[in-house]
């Protein structure tokens, strides 16, 4: 490995000679980062229903906050005088911040876009604004230390038809993130991400990605997707980013957190993801495993004396029933703490199977297995097969 001094250090460990998919291991301040790696959210510096210790006697070795929630809640000054998230929600292993845009499409009725910034109307009071831009969202970054902090992106619904102002939002990106550059105050603590956009244009991913690799920055984000747009034109996006991003630099998709979109897209070469869904599908009562998800609300396992995966060494899956669960999800919140538990022990091992796979030459016989069972009639959805044959893999 190169300089010691670099806050981002990657090294490419093994690759799929078929496929994109490579093994990576990214040295960050806070500890090393095995890829490809999903990262769960903790939107306000907590994954709800878990704490920090049991997180990180999981293995997990990197997690997501956010920068609009955590700026607007507690505020920098509280984080501030706290030191830093890591310290403030006693975190000690790695941190990735979101820059606030994505609120730009999520929080849409409340926004206003300009070439400064981003106006919100504040969540907690109607009456209050909140203006961010580029240079406030990297002082809340900086405030908050995150190891990996992402550029102030303009971020355009990619359903809307509007190519004018999609291409308006690639150049914009481009200029906000020369200004997040500009004032970053730690960059040899903190890295920024610049962030591709384009939405499902080709010509403007194209652009935004050959602005972005002229700046000196340790690694890349692919945005503007997961947005209801088709998953055939999900992974052409991310094929052709895949594709063109340099390939010493850790390659991050952001909001992708599905079991069959994690496995497709560590095929077509991604190594970061991170999304809601693990979690937030916790609190519905529901469970992930290699061949789905449960919903144990459902009456079927009231009296199912099976843990939730028998191959599953998590707390929840050792020690409780699916009959169990059935009896508390959805009302007790402890439920919402043992299915966490399981749903991100599940990401994780899916993510390490995965790893395992490439290095021992297998990827391809665990794609096709992981998708026969997924789809045991064999009736594959198009954009999977379609995806795994433009990375050679034949689903059998």
């Given amino acids: 490995m190169s300089d010691p001094k670099k806050p981002l250090i990657f090294e490419l460990v093994g690759k799929c000679t078929t496929t994109k998919a490579r093994v990576g291991k990214m040295i960050l301040p806070h500890g090393p980062v095995d890829t490809p790696v999903f990262m769960p959210v903790g939107t306000q510096g ?3 229903g878990m704490l920090p210790e049991q997180l990180k006697s999981m293995g997990l070795q990197i997690m997501l906050a956010n920068t609009y929630h955590l700026g607007t ?6 984080l501030r005088k706290a030191g830093g998230l890591h310290k403030f929600m006693n975190w ?8 606030g845009g994505f609120q730009m499409v999520s929080l849409l009725k409340l926004a206003e876009i300009t070439e ?6 504040s969540l907690n009071e109607q009456k209050n604004e909140v203006m961010l831009t580029p240079e406030h969202s990297i002082e809340i970054q900086n405030t908050i230390g995150a190891d990996i902090i992402m550029q102030l992106d303009d971020v355009v619904k990619t359903t809307i038809p509007d190519k004018a102002r999609i291409e308006e939002s690639v150049h914009r990106t481009t200029r906000w993130l020369d200004r997040c550059i500009k004032v970053h105050k730690n960059p040899q603590t903190q890295n920024i991400f610049p962030i591709v956009q384009g939405t499902l244009y080709e010509d403007l991913r194209r652009k935004s990605i050959a602005d972005h690799v002229q700046r000196g920055v340790n690694g890349f984000a692919i945005g503007g997707l997961s947005g209801g747009e088709s998953k055939d034109d999900f992974w052409k ?25 994690l496995v497709v897209c560590c095929a077509l070469g991604v190594d970061m993801f991170d999304c809601v869904f693990p979690t937030r599908t916790a609190r519905f009562g529901c469970a992930l495993l290699m061949t789905g998800q449960i919903n144990l609300k ?3 396992y009231a009296n199912d004396m099976n843990p939730i995966d028998k191959d599953c060494s998590c707390n929840t899956c050792k020690k409780y029933t699916r009959a ?3 009896g508390i999800v959805t009302d007790l919140p402890v439920a919402c703490h043992l299915l966490t538990e399981h749903n991100v022990a599940f ?3 899916l993510m390490r199977t995965i790893r395992e796979n490439i290095l021992n030459g297998t990827f391809v016989e665990f794609v096709q297995n992981f998708m026969s069972k997924i789809y045991p009639d064999k009736n594959y959805p198009s954009w999977i097969r379609d995806s795994l044959d433009a990375v050679h893999i034949t689903l059998l």
């Fill in 298 to 300: 459902k009456n079927t």
């Fill in 92 to 99: 000690d292993n790695n941190l990735l911040t979101d820059s």
């Fill in 46 to 48: 907590t994954l709800k």
């Fill in 237 to 261: 996006i991310v094929h052709l980013c895949t594709d063109l991003l340099p390939n010493n630099k850790p390659i991050y998709l952001m909001g992708v957190g599905f079991a069959e979109d």
């Fill in 116 to 121: 400064e910034g981003v106006k919100f109307q």
């Fill in 73 to 78: 809640r507690p505020g920098i000054d509280v």
């Fill in 347 to 349: 990401q994780l091992r």
């Fill in 324 to 326: 169990y669960l059935h």
